[in-house]
C-alpha cells in the first residue's frame, strides 16, 4: 500500500517539466560531475563511507514541485526531522537521511514483470516506532538523486508501508524513479528532501544481473543478525555443519557485535572452504542490545540478503540459527525441491515447525558407539541431544520459506510480503520435511502431548560431527 503522496507520480513529472520549462531553454537539466572515475557495479555491497560531491552547499530545491501544504511541520533545521549527516556512527553501511530514518542498501530492480520499472529500490529503517501519519509527514518533501558516470540526474521518491503485521511500522521501504527514461543504469543514489542546504550523502547502487544458468540448483541461507553480545558459537557451528549436509551453498551472516571467539570461528570455517559473507549490521543508534526495536530490523536485513543473492542463487533459504529443516525423504534440499516442484512447478515452499524444549533433559547417547571424546562434544549440541517436542500443529505462524528470490518484491519472516505474478506455493506437509525449532519460549516442558524424536540426530549426526571435528569446532 502506498502512503498519501501530497501528487501522483504523473502529475509530478509534469510539475517537473513545466518548472525547467519556465525556468531554463533546455528541457532536461543534467548535472555533470567532474573527475568522478566510473565506477563498476558489483553484487557484493562493500562497506561505503559518506562522499560529497562538492565542498560548498547546493540547492537542489529548484528542481522539484513539492510543496505540500504541511511542509511546515518538517522545514525547520531544529526539528525532529532535521536533514543531517551522520559522521560519528562506528564501522557501519548506514546512512542517514534526516533524524531518525536510515537507510542501508539500495538495488536497481530492471525486472521486466515488476510493475513500473526499472527503478531503484532503497532498505532501511525508522529509529522508533510510527504511527502511519507520522510516517507520512516524513515522506514529504522526500525525492532523490541518482548518479551515473558523472551525471546526476533527478528522481522521484515513494515511500511504502509494507503492510506486514510483524514490522511495527519500523522498518521503510523508498522507491527512486528517474524522471526521464534515458536507459542510463544508475550506479549511485541520495535520498534527501526539496529543503535541504546539505549536499547529497551517497550510496551505492546494486543491479540485477538477470537470470543465470549458473544459479541453477544453487541455494544461499539468510541468518538472523548475531545481535551483540553474541557468543553463542556451538549453535552456530552446528547451524553451518547441517545446512553444509543438506546442500546449502553459501551463507549471508549479519553480524551485530558477535564476540571474537565466534568471528575467529566462522573464519576457521570459511578456511575450510564454505562459502560464508560476513556483512556488518552496526545499527544506527543505540542501544545495541536486542530490544524490540533491534529484533524488527529484521525486515531490512531478509530484503538486502535476497535482493544481494537474487539471480546468483536459485532459491534463499530463510532460517534463524536455533532451526533445523529435517528432510524426512530426501539427503538434500536441492533434491527435495526438484521433485516437490516437479509436480506443479513450485518456486514457493513453506515449512511448519515444531518446538524441542531446551528445559527438558539432554540426551548423548542418541547416537550409537560414540567415543568419549565424541560423547562430549554430543553433549553441547542441542540439535543431536534435545530430543523431545512438542506434538505437531498446523498453524500459520509457525512456519518458514524456501523462495526464488527473483519471484518476490518483498520478503517477511514467516512469508512472502509481496509476490510477483506467476509465484506458486507448495505447503510442504510434516512427512516430508519439518522444522525443529530449540528454545526454552514458547513450550511447556511439562506437557504429557510432548513427543520423543531423535529422527536428526540418528539420521544426520555422524555427518555433522565429522564437519565439526575437522572445522575444530566445540574443542
Not at 547441517?242 to 551453498?249: D, P, S
Not at 549440541?381 to 526464488?404: C, D, E
Request: with cysteine; hydrophobic share 35%.
Amino acid at each position: 500500500m502506498v502512503l498519501r503522496c501530497p501528487q501522483s507520480r504523473l502529475y509530478t513529472r509534469c510539475m517537473f517539466y513545466s518548472m525547467l520549462v519556465l525556468s531554463s531553454s533546455t528541457l532536461f537539466t543534467v548535472f555533470n560531475i567532474k573527475n568522478h572515475p566510473t565506477e563498476p557495479t558489483e553484487i557484493n555491497i562493500k562497506p561505503r563511507q559518506t562522499e560529497y560531491i562538492n565542498k560548498s552547499p547546493v540547492d537542489y530545491s529548484r528542481l522539484f514541485t513539492f510543496n505540500p501544504q504541511n511542509s511546515s511541520q518538517i522545514s525547520s533545521d531544529n526539528s525532529q526531522f532535521s536533514h543531517t549527516h551522520v559522521n560519528n556512527l562506528p564501522s557501519t553501511d548506514w546512512i542517514q537521511v534526516r533524524r531518525g530514518l536510515f537507510v542501508y542498501s539500495a538495488f536497481w530492480d530492471n525486472r521486466k514483470n515488476v510493475k513500473n520499472g526499472p527503478f531503484i529500490r532503497i532498505f532501511g529503517v525508522f529509529s522508533q516506532s510510527l504511527t502511519k501519519i507520522e510516517k507520512e509527514e516524513y515522506f514529504f518533501g522526500l525525492t532523490c538523486l541518482l548518479r551515473s558516470n558523472g551525471s546526476v540526474f533527478p528522481g522521484v521518491a515513494t515511500m511504502y508501508d509494507m503492510d506486514d503485521p510483524y514490522d511495527k511500522n519500523l522498518y521503510v521501504v523508498i522507491s527512486c524513479f528517474p524522471y526521464i527514461e534515458t536507459g542510463i543504469v544508475p550506479k549511485k543514489v541520495a535520498i534527501l528532501y526539496h529543503n535541504s542546504s546539505d549536499v547529497p550523502n551517497w550510496m551505492p547502487v546494486t543491479s540485477l544481473q538477470g537470470k543465470s544458468l549458473m544459479s541453477k540448483g544453487r541455494i544461499a541461507s539468510c541468518i538472523k543478525p548475531l545481535y551483540g553480545p553474541f557468543t553463542n558459537k556451538d549453535l552456530l557451528a552446528q547451524f553451518l555443519a547441517y545446512y553444509t549436509i543438506i546442500g546449502v551453498n553459501h551463507f549471508y551472516i549479519y553480524n551485530s557485535l558477535s564476540s571474537p571467539e565466534v568471528l575467529d570461528f566462522i573464519r576457521k570455517v570459511k578456511d575450510k572452504g564454505v562459502s560464508i559473507t560476513i556483512i556488518p549490521w552496526i545499527l544506527p543508534y543505540q542501544p545495541q542490545a536486542i530490544t524490540t526495536t533491534t529484533r524488527f530490523l529484521r525486515r531490512t536485513m531478509l530484503q538486502d540478503c535476497n535482493y544481494r543473492s537474487m539471480f546468483h542463487y536459485e532459491y534463499i533459504l530463510n532460517m534463524d540459527v536455533d532451526e533445523f529443516i529435517a528432510l524426512k525423504q530426501h539427503s538434500s534440499i536441492q533434491s527435495m525441491l526438484e521433485t516437490l516442484s516437479s509436480s506443479g512447478r513450485f518456486e514457493y515452499f513453506k515449512f511448519s515447525e515444531v518446538r524441542f524444549c531446551l528445559q527438558l533433559p539432554s540426551y548423548s547417547n542418541i547416537i550409537p558407539n560414540l567415543t568419549g571424546s565424541d560423547q562430549k562434544i554430543v553433549s553441547k549440541l542441542v540439535s543431536l541431544t534435545k530430543v523431545m517436542r512438542n506434538p505437531y500443529r498446523k498453524a500459520w505462524w509457525w512456519r518458514k520459506y524456501i523462495v526464488k528470490p527473483e519471484m518476490v518484491e518483498y520478503f517477511g519472516v514467516h512469508f512472502v510480503t509481496k509476490e510477483l505474478p506467476g509465484l506458486k506455493l507448495l505447503d510442504v506437509g510434516p512427512e516430508i520435511a519439518l522444522i525443529h525449532h530449540y528454545r526454552s519460549k514458547l513450550c511447556d516442558p511439562k506437557s504429557e502431548q510432548n513427543v520423543h524424536d531423535p529422527f536428526l540426530p540418528k539420521t544426520f549426526g555422524r555427518k555433522m560431527l565429522n564437519y565439526l571435528r575437522d572445522w575444530g569446532a566445540l574443542q
